[in-house]
């Protein structure tokens, strides 16, 4: 940083905001920190009585910070994602360009966060987002750095953009309603409405529901009924319990699927039941708790399965970090720490 007149200042970088004041018209800042000084810019800036400036002399090998934040918003943005038209102060957002499921490679994020003078932020990945929905800010911290910072920081992040929003591939679900008590009309259904709305906030529309009643055979029956249907999705719902009458799990395994896990670290939600046909279409075992709690595991695991990403034992398990809602009184989930 040095002090220079202002007309010498043409092509150097300001180091503090400039203030203009026109009485009963404008107050602020009319030059930002990091302006490149012009030519144009320098008559105003005799006019606001700045004869001397305080600038950053770009050197060889240098790079401007919003030229810095560039490249930063070339290794991190993905597909479905925008970038804020103006770069503000050498921070450049981005914004989703569609509803989807936010993904955020952690470990590469951490990778060029951990390359100094260098910041990248996110909101927490692996959730859903909305289209016009902020993901991620990002700058570097001087005025100026080198450009081997940016090289630094590329290297960190490999050839892949660090963050992608998926747009929901899954269109439709059927839904299997397990229990006698249910099918004979003594209790009514309260569970399918529930689900219903949760599935057509992904855009899945629930094409077909069947009744099976109790025992492993007619879970089956009622799956492979429903996977008939050509559905996305098969959710089975009115019982994951450990009761010895709860048939449902016994009921998706005689289906022929592979349990990816039955059981989850979340509360609610802990009987929760995952796991896939050999086509790939995913089936879920929902416990009770998505009937009447604001936000259950079903709404973790959604979002990912929505968007066709396959869902591990390894994330299930994952969850637990995070898993335990807090049950507030109205619930507030997404915008609360639940599943984060």
Not at 141 to 170: D, H
Not at 222 to 227: D, F, G, P
Request: negative net charge.
């Amino acid at each position: 940083m040095k002090l220079i007149k202002a007309q010498e200042a043409v092509g150097h970088i300001l180091c503090h905001d400039l203030t203009q004041i026109i009485p009963g018209e404008f107050k602020g800042a009319r030059f930002r920190k990091g302006h490149v000084v012009t030519e144009e810019d320098v008559p105003v800036l005799l006019s606001m009585g700045k004869e001397h400036l305080y600038v950053w002399e770009m050197q060889l090998g240098m790079l401007h910070e919003d030229d810095a934040a560039l490249r930063l918003c070339g290794l991190s943005m993905g597909k479905n994602i925008r970038r804020s038209e103006d770069i503000r102060e050498g921070k450049i957002e981005l914004f989703a360009q569609c509803d989807g499921y936010f993904t955020v490679d952690a470990e590469r994020l951490f990778a060029v966060n951990s390359v100094p003078d260098v910041m990248l932020a996110t909101r927490k990945g692996g959730t859903a987002v909305k289209s016009g929905d902020k993901l991620a800010g990002m700058r570097v911290i001087p005025l100026a750095v080198p450009e081997s910072t940016l090289e630094q920081a590329e290297t960190a992040a490999g050839p892949e953009p660090i963050l992608n929003v998926l747009p929901y591939r899954l269109k439709s679900a059927g839904i299997v309603t397990t229990g006698s008590e249910v099918k004979s009309g003594l209790i009514e259904d309260k569970f399918t409405p529930a689900v219903k709305r949760k599935l057509a906030a992904f855009g899945i529309e629930t094409a077909v529901q069947i009744f099976s009643g109790d025992g492993v055979e007619n879970v089956a029956a009622a799956i492979a009924e429903v996977r008939a249907k050509g559905v996305d999705l098969v959710l089975c719902t009115g019982g994951m319990s450990v009761d010895p009458d709860d048939n449902t799990p016994g009921g998706i395994r005689a289906a022929g699927a592979e349990i990816v896990s039955y059981g989850a670290p979340v509360l609610p939600g802990a009987m929760f039941l995952l796991g896939y046909f050999s086509d790939g279409t995913p089936v879920m075992g929902l416990p009770g708790c998505v009937m009447f709690a604001g936000a259950t595991v079903f709404d973790l695991v959604l979002p990912a399965v929505a968007a066709g990403v396959p869902v591990s034992r390894r994330d299930i398990v994952a969850l637990g970090n995070g898993g335990l809602c807090l049950g507030c009184k109205p619930c507030t989930y997404p915008l609360c720490p639940f599943g984060k």
